[in-house]
């Protein structure tokens, strides 16, 4: 595995498990300091022992800004910098159209886009005066078309989350830091088998040209090249990893 990221610092949101914990180990495995975000303390710190001796926890409350701030100030009173900023944190609720609330469809978009531009804000004086950065939005094939378990809440936001993600990476470009999202289908993590049955998921996945569900660690290492150095002069892209049935 190349250590092309020694030296570098990274900050994922949302590592207890599935895209973020695969994230953060690559990342760590690649020679990167990652700060491991997870909303609760003790899960943080199990998550950060998970990713190995360069994962440190930082824990907070993605709807709350001032614990925000408070994770990326520990980020840089840790490291003195941070180079890349991945948003995997997300909140995915199934519940059908007429049901949902307005305080569920208000904190889908406090936590899937607003903490989304609150952590971009807070990261960016860092950036600015490094004269680089990386930020990776983890979006959907949602926000291009439809989630196959989301509710409309998820899709909405996931496409509002693609939107940002342009706007950003046309103000922040001449600072040396780009911004792009990635939009996964359907993949074999805890968060899908807790909303489909494996009979559910094995039908769906037979649908697609590439049949079978997408694997954390492809997300991971789709992420990892976004925030490299070899991926300086993408910006403001949606990239997809569906295993094809977006195309359909």
Excluded at 27 to 41: N, Q
Excluded at 176 to 183: E, K, L, Q, S
Excluded at 223 to 239: P, R, W
């Amino acid at each position: 595995m190349p250590e092309d990221f020694t030296g570098r610092v990274a900050l994922v949101t949302g590592a207890s498990r599935g895209f973020g914990l695969a994230t953060a180990k690559r990342l760590a495995e690649r020679g990167a300091s990652v700060a491991v975000h997870v909303r609760d303390a003790q899960r943080a710190e199990t998550a950060a022992r998970q990713v190995g001796d360069r994962g440190f926890a930082v824990s907070g409350d993605l709807e709350n800004p001032a614990d925000l701030r408070a994770i990326v100030d520990r980020t840089l009173d840790r490291c003195g910098r941070v180079d890349v900023l991945v948003n995997n944190a997300a909140m995915a609720l199934t519940t059908r159209f007429e049901r949902i609330t307005e305080e569920e469809w208000r904190r889908t978009f406090e936590v899937n886009v607003t903490a989304v531009f609150l952590l971009i804000r807070a990261v960016l004086p860092a950036m600015r005066e490094q004269g680089y950065g990386r930020i990776v939005n983890v979006s959907s094939t949602a926000g291009k078309t439809v989630s196959t378990l989301g509710g409309a809440h998820y899709t909405a936001s996931k496409a509002a989350l693609q939107g940002l993600t342009r706007a950003a990476a046309k103000e922040l470009g001449p600072y040396g830091i780009t911004v792009n999202a990635i939009c996964p289908g359907l993949f074999d993590t805890e968060l899908t088998r807790e909303n489909a049955t494996p009979e559910q998921l094995a039908a769906i996945a037979q649908t697609f040209p590439v049949r079978r569900l997408g694997e954390a660690v492809e997300v991971a290492d789709l992420i990892c090249f976004l925030a490299s150095e070899a991926a300086g002069y993408i910006t403001g892209a949606s990239l997809d990893i569906n295993g094809g049935d977006l195309m359909l």
